[in-house]
């Protein structure tokens, strides 16, 4: 019943790739998150969703981007993968003022 | 932006043990959530507080909404070693369905 799934759960890339990370929820959910979880920063906000095609920026954007073409699916993008973006990524899903539900997260390393 | 401080950082504690922590906000907020996360998964919702004063339990989880709206409290009764995981606050303000989180406390149980 996860409702949430995201993929891939690992990658390992090397700097300077480009690499796709994929939410996916059947929630029917207006909203969808992309977070970045670190040692000391806890969940950071990159990119939201409130809605197929509209997107917004969070606290940690650059170096990203996200699509969300429909509403099932939103995609974080990272266009040149830097040492940086080593993290645990997250999507959320949530009802318009409900709770969030979070994915099992991504574990990105890159090298 | 927003902040949220949550308190402690971490703790390690024995099993049968209480649990208390907080989190406060430089601002007013209108929800109030509590998180866990297990190792290797994504944060999963304890309890949702909508009205300042609210005082809500989930079996041995009670939090309340502070008066001020701008802190939040959860107590753990009669700890158990599942119970280990981090634990995050998160505040919902003015706008519709974001939210903020704190950077989590770090509980521990030994036996």
């Known amino acids: 019943d996860a409702g949430i799934t995201q993929s891939p759960r690992h990658k390992v890339t090397e700097t300077g790739t480009p690499v796709t990370l994929r939410c996916h929820q059947t929630?029917?959910?207006?909203?969808m998150y992309w977070y970045r979880q670190d040692p000391g920063h806890g969940l950071r906000l990159i990119h939201y969703s409130y809605g197929v095609k509209d997107t917004d920026k969070g606290e940690v954007s650059d170096g990203y981007s996200v699509s969300r073409s429909k509403t099932e699916d939103f995609l974080l993008t990272l266009e040149s993968a830097t040492s940086s973006q080593t993290s645990v990524y997250f999507c959320?899903?949530?009802?318009?003022?409900?709770?969030?539900?979070f994915g099992s997260g991504t574990r990105l390393t890159v090298v | 932006g927003q902040q949220l401080n949550q308190s402690p950082q971490s703790m390690f504690i024995q099993e049968g043990e209480d649990v208390s922590m907080n989190c406060t906000s430089s601002?007013?907020?209108?929800?109030w959530l509590w998180y866990k996360q297990d190792p290797g998964e994504g944060p999963v919702l304890l309890i949702a507080?909508?009205?300042?004063?609210e005082l809500t339990s989930n079996g041995r989880l009670t939090a309340q909404f502070g008066i001020t709206r701008k802190d939040s409290f959860l107590n753990i009764s009669a700890s158990i070693p599942s119970d280990v995981g981090i634990y995050f606050c998160a505040g919902r303000g003015g706008t519709a369905s974001k939210l903020t989180f704190g950077t989590g406390t770090r509980l521990q149980v030994t036996l």
């Open positions: 959320a899903i949530s009802p318009p003022s409900g709770g969030y539900t």
């Open positions: 601002s007013i907020f209108n929800t």
């Open positions: 929630e029917n959910h207006r909203y």
């Open positions: 507080l909508y009205k300042a004063g």
